[in-house]
Nanobody, 117 residues
Framework: QVQLVESGGGLVQPGGPLGISCAASGSILSFAAMGWYRQAPGKQRESVATIIRCGFANYVDSVKSRFTISRNNAKNTQYLQMNSLKPEDPDVYYC???????????WGQGNQVTVSS
């Protein structure tokens, strides 16, 4: 079973950048998809960004041009670079991987991102 460990969260001022990462316990080279969800208190988890095996990435409209998802196959790690963060950006980010299309996603532990002055 693949395990995911997230890191890089913290406090950032409005308008500032922050990068978070998600390291997998094994090779990510063949994973069908990887990505990030986020969740605000009292709300459902929403998809933020997804990157599939061929490298195609997709984003929710609210983060397009601000967030960038990427992967480093050599380090078995995916990243989410967040720029121009807003106080209304939800604050817990979860990474996930889908090993094969149709399989159940595997989740990271969650990463707190606080946007505040």
């Amino acid at each position: 079973q693949v395990q995911l460990v997230e890191s890089g969260g913290g406090l950032v001022q409005p308008g500032g950048p922050l990068g978070i990462s998600c390291a997998a316990s094994g090779s990510i080279l063949s994973f069908a998809a990887m990505g990030w969800y986020r969740q605000a208190p009292g709300k459902q988890r929403e998809s933020v960004a997804t990157i599939i095996r061929c490298g195609f990435a997709n984003y929710v409209d609210s983060v397009k041009s601000r967030f960038t998802i990427s992967r480093n196959n050599a380090k078995n790690t995916q990243y989410l670079q967040m720029n121009s963060l807003k106080p209304e950006d939800p604050d817990v980010y979860y990474c996930y991987v889908v090993v094969k299309f149709g399989s159940t996603p595997i989740w990271g532990q969650g990463n707190q991102v606080t946007v505040s002055s």
